[in-house]
Each structure stands twice: as structure tokens, then as C-alpha cells.
């Protein structure tokens, strides 16, 4: 089946360290998104890539990178430099361009940073 | 700019009966809206999605929305809950004339179903 899968479910880290997310996606689309999810917040959007070696920043992109070497792939790292790092993280991905194409999301990393 | 208000982060029902979900969403033009649910530690799916087509929308698992423009609303129904239905849902926004084009969402509803 399609899908797109995050790994790991649950990551530790210690403060400092720099740490990198997982997202693939075997749906064959064009796009696709980090989000950062807090509680009472909604999702906020960190970065997102509508084509391989291309990317933007989002609302909150701020002490995180990216890159979009392969079209099923777009890894999130998350720097030491970002400064409350402890969240639930989503990756999204959306086939075409059309506004209304629905987001496709995975089963998200809990980042926990102490 | 977009933006979407859900009112009420918390709202409880009993099985059976109705829900309301509400959603008013601020654009400049008429919008792309969109209802997700979000199951507990996991990703969202979407429910339904309105794109001008037709003021009523239905989606999966029962559940409806209207979109009604004089009140810049697209409310989430369904009218029997049931068990399966306690999970959090997000209203999302699009301005398809907007700079950023992208998702909108709002700060979500908790639906919690009392037996």
C-alpha cells in the first residue's frame, strides 16, 4: 500500500545535539511538507518542497533544515539552535499543484529534547 | 491573510447524539476549506474538503459540513456520535489568491463521546 512513513515514532535526545527525522513517501507526489504540532496550537508549517533540489521556509523554520535529494524522500533536522525542540512532527505530502489536492500525512516523530 | 477560528478546543457529547464542530475561517476571497481528523498519535486524514462545488459537503464516517458564506463558517455535523468518533479535529483554510498558498489550520477541537 501507499503511504508515507515516518521514522522513528519516538526520538531522545539531549540539549545540544542536532537530531534528523524521517519522512518517505511511496505515493509518487510532487510535494511535500514538515509541520510541528504543540498542544492547543494546530500545526504550524517548518518547511515544505514542491520539487527535488528545491525548498522553502514555513511559518516556523527557524533552527531546522532540510533537503530534497530524491522525490520519496525529505528529511527534517532539527539544529541546536532551535530553541524549544519538544514536539509531535508531521510530514505531509500532496500530489500536483491544484489547491485542492488534499495533504497526505504520516504517522508523525514525537520529539522529546531534555 | 487567511486564518480559521475553531471554537471550542474541548467539546463533549454523548453516543448518539449530535455533533457540532465549529469553524469560521477569515479570507479575502472564497476559500478551499477542509476538515481533518487526527486519531491519537497519529497523522491526520482528511474528512471532507469544500471547493465551490456545492455549499453541503459529505464525507467519510458520516459526517457533514456546510459552507455558508454570509457567516464565513464551515461547521462540522454528524448526527448520531459514536465511540469511534473521540478523536481531534482541524479545520484548514486555503486562499487560492493568497502569496503563501498554502494549508491554514486551525487550533483544532477535541471531540470527546460519553457512553
Known amino acids: 500500500d501507499g503511504g508515507i512513513t515516518q521514522s522513528p515514532k519516538y526520538l531522545f535526545r539531549k540539549e545540544g545535539q542536532n537530531v534528523t527525522l524521517s519522512c518517505e513517501q511511496n505515493l509518487n507526489h510532487d510535494a511535500m511538507y514538515w509541520y510541528r504540532q504543540d498542544p492547543g496550537q494546530g500545526l504550524r508549517l517548518i518547511y515544505y518542497?514542491?520539487?527535488?533540489?528545491?525548498?522553502q521556509k514555513g511559518d516556523i523554520a527557524e533552527g531546522y533544515s532540510v533537503s530534497r535529494e530524491k522525490k520519496e524522500s525529505f528529511p527534517l533536522t532539527v539544529t541546536s539552535a532551535q530553541k524549544n525542540p519538544t514536539a509531535f512532527y508531521l510530514c505531509?505530502?500532496?500530489?500536483?499543484?491544484?489547491?485542492?489536492?488534499?495533504?497526505?500525512f504520516g504517522n508523525g516523530t514525537r520529539l522529546t529534547v531534555t | 491573510a487567511q486564518s480559521v477560528t475553531q471554537l471550542g478546543s474541548h467539546v463533549s457529547v454523548s453516543e448518539g447524539a449530535l455533533v457540532l464542530l465549529r469553524c469560521n475561517y477569515s479570507?479575502?476571497?472564497?476559500?478551499?476549506l477542509f476538515w481533518y481528523v487526527q486519531y491519537p498519535n497519529q497523522g491526520l486524514q482528511l474528512l471532507l474538503k469544500y471547493t465551490s462545488a456545492a455549499t453541503l459537503v459529505k464525507g467519510i464516517n458520516g459526517f457533514e459540513a456546510e459552507f455558508k458564506k454570509s457567516e464565513t463558517s464551515f461547521h462540522l455535523t454528524k448526527p448520531s456520535a459514536h465511540m469511534s468518533d473521540a478523536a481531534e479535529y482541524f479545520c484548514a483554510v486555503i486562499d487560492p489568491s493568497g502569496s503563501a498558498r498554502q494549508l491554514t489550520f486551525g487550533s483544532g477541537t477535541q471531540l470527546t463521546v460519553l457512553p
Open positions: 505531509a505530502s500532496k500530489s500536483g499543484s491544484s489547491y485542492n489536492s488534499p495533504l497526505h
Open positions: 518542497s514542491q520539487i527535488v533540489n528545491d525548498f
Open positions: 479570507s479575502s476571497v472564497p476559500p478551499y
